[in-house]
């Protein structure tokens, strides 16, 4: 499979009246067509963040470090997303190869505007579509992500369908420019669960259908072990784990990944209580020295753990984890 997005060493500050904030911190990894990576964390850890990087998105405050590199694999060539800067060279990443869908669709939609028009209106700017093609390719889009009556629907304003709707318009109108990389921000997070599975389906489906990459954007490691291939842990601005998904969730090494999984709800065994991580993820401002983790994590083995920034460790060739804990390759 041919890469799609790789991101290298990505640093990104804010300025803030309290001073300098790292959102993110070395943080890399690559993405290949087909491929689903589930970028999981907690609130703050910085996963917007990294996904809104990609897209050279971020607010005016934000500032990235020299290092940071994120290149974007396209037919025509590579794009360093980073050095782009005027508003034309920048549509390749926005509504071009990169779309972004967000948990309330709501806020992608303009509410006095039908959802056929922006969808159009969309379509003329990214292609060199005439407005009649751009209506029948909407209502293709809306027909295909499982919208019945779409030459109804087209002449809607959002407000007008349900929540699981709405998610379905969004992604047809996010689709219909047909990107090579869909960054899902909790996309499901706000549907009830048949309709989450419905669209976690969809999505799935549409990967192979457009040969596409996603990054899906969650709290939620149970969405994830549906949904991604891989998936990165981010905590405090840093990829604590990354690995394929079901190897993460059978065998996590990093004691936070470990907290996550025990804190899902099992099935079969509903006597026992949820046993959430103690604790809150300390402000990006009060960041500790040596492991992030290390306010939080029940597993400290010594010194290293307080003052010195754990290594990538590889536990095998496609898992890695940064702990002080495994000091070789995957030996605990
Ligand atoms: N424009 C900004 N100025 C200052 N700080 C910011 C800005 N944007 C984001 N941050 C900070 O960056 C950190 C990472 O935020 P981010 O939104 O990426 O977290 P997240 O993991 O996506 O959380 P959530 O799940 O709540 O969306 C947070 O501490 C946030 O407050």
Redesign the pocket.
Known sequence: MSNLITVQNLT?K???DEGL?T??EDVSFRLRKGEVIG?V????????????ALMHL?????VYSPESKIILHTDEGDVDVLSLRKAKDMKVVRGGAISMIFQEPMASFAPAISIGKQMVEQLMLHSDMSKEQARKHSIEMLDRVGISDPHKRVDQFAFELSGGMRQRAMIAMALSTKPKLLIA??PTTALDVTIQAQVIDLMKNLVTEFDMGIIF???DLGVVAQTADYVSV?YL?RLIEKGPVREVIRDPRHPYTQGLIAALPKLDDLENPLLPIPGDIP??LERPPGCVFNTRCSKIVGDACMSVLPPDIKVNPVHRVACHIYKDEGVA
């Open positions: 990104l804010f300025r803030t904030i959102a993110v970028l964390g907690e609130s703050g850890s910085g996963k917007s963040v990294t996904a809104k971020n607010a005016k405050n934000a921000d909790e954007i969650t709290h981010m601005g402000s990006p």
